[in-house]
T-cell receptor, first 112, second 117 residues
Framework: KQEVTQIPAALSVPEGENLVLNCSFT??????LQWFRQDPGKGLTSLLL?????REQTSGRLNASLDKSSGRSTLYIAASQPGDSATYLC???????????FGTGTRLQVFP | KAGVTQTPRYLIKTRGQQVTLSCSPISGHRSVSWYQQTPGQGLQFLFEYFSETQRNKGNFPGRFSGRQFSNSRSEMNVSTLELGDSALYLC????????????????FGEGSRLTVL
C-alpha cells in the first residue's frame, strides 16, 4: 500500500532563507508527483507536476526534484518570503491503484 | 479562464440528514475527482469521474456517492450524515486522461466546508 510522508511537519524560518521540503513515498511505482500549497481554509493550489520520467521541474523560485528509485522528492524554495507561508502538500499518482495519494503536509511559516 | 467552482462554500447539517455538493470544472476539463480533508485523516480520495463514468473509487462507505453530467459538472451526495462526516470536501478537475489513467495536473476548487451537528 502506497504511503506518503512529509518531513518536517512544521517549519519556521526568517525571510530570505532558502529551504527544502521533503516528500517520501513507499512504492516507486508512480505515474507522477505533484506539489501543492494550501492556505488556511482554502483549496489547494498546484505548484509543480513531475511525471515519472522527469527528474525535476522549475517554476520561478520553486524547484522540485524527483528520485523515483529512492522514493523521494524535494521542493526547494529560494529566497523565501512571508507570502510563502502556507501548508505544502505532495501527492503521488499511484501506478497500482491509479489513485492520488497525499502526504501529511509541511506547515511553513516565513517571518519578516 | 474560470477555475474550479464549488457550491455551497459552507453548510451546516444535523445527523441523519443528507447533503449534495456541486463542482463545476475548468472549461474543457473532463475529469473530476473528489477528496475529503479532515485534521485527523488528512486528504483522502473519494471518487473520480470521466465522461459521466466513475473510473475510480476510494474506501468510503456507500453513503458517499457521486455522479457526473454530460457537461462535466459533478455532484457528490452524502446520505445519513454522521458527526465524522464534518470535513472540507474538495473537488479537482484535470484536462483529460492519457491511456486511461489520469496523469494530468489537478486543479482544485476552494472546497465545501460541511459541519454536521
Amino acid at each position: 500500500k502506497q504511503e506518503v510522508t512529509q518531513i518536517p511537519a512544521a517549519l519556521s524560518v526568517p525571510e530570505g532563507e532558502n529551504l527544502v521540503l521533503n516528500c517520501s513515498f513507499t512504492d516507486s511505482a508512480i505515474y507522477n508527483l505533484q506539489w501543492f500549497r494550501q492556505d488556511p481554509g482554502k483549496g489547494l493550489t498546484s505548484l509543480l507536476l513531475i511525471q515519472s520520467s522527469q527528474r525535476e521541474q522549475t517554476s520561478g523560485r520553486l524547484n522540485a526534484s524527483l528520485d523515483k528509485s529512492s522514493g523521494r522528492s524535494t521542493l526547494y524554495i529560494a529566497a523565501s518570503q512571508p507570502g510563502d507561508s502556507a501548508t505544502y502538500l505532495c501527492a503521488v499518482r499511484d501506478y497500482n491503484t491509479d489513485k492520488l495519494i497525499f502526504g501529511t503536509g509541511t506547515r511553513l511559516q516565513v517571518f519578516p | 479562464k474560470a477555475g474550479v467552482t464549488q457550491t455551497p462554500r459552507y453548510l451546516i447539517k444535523t445527523r441523519g440528514q443528507q447533503v449534495t455538493l456541486s463542482c463545476s470544472p475548468i472549461s474543457g476539463h473532463r475529469s473530476v475527482s473528489w477528496y475529503q480533508q479532515t485534521p485527523g485523516q488528512g486528504l483522502q480520495f473519494l471518487f473520480e469521474y470521466f465522461s459521466e463514468t466513475q473510473r475510480n473509487k476510494g474506501n468510503f462507505p456507500g453513503r458517499f456517492s457521486g455522479r457526473q453530467f454530460s457537461n462535466s459538472r459533478s455532484e457528490m451526495n452524502v446520505s445519513t450524515l454522521e458527526l465524522g462526516d464534518s470535513a472540507l470536501y474538495l473537488c479537482a478537475s484535470s484536462l483529460d486522461l492519457a491511456g486511461g489513467v489520469n496523469t494530468g495536473e489537478l486543479f482544485f476548487g476552494e472546497g465545501s466546508r460541511l459541519t454536521v451537528l
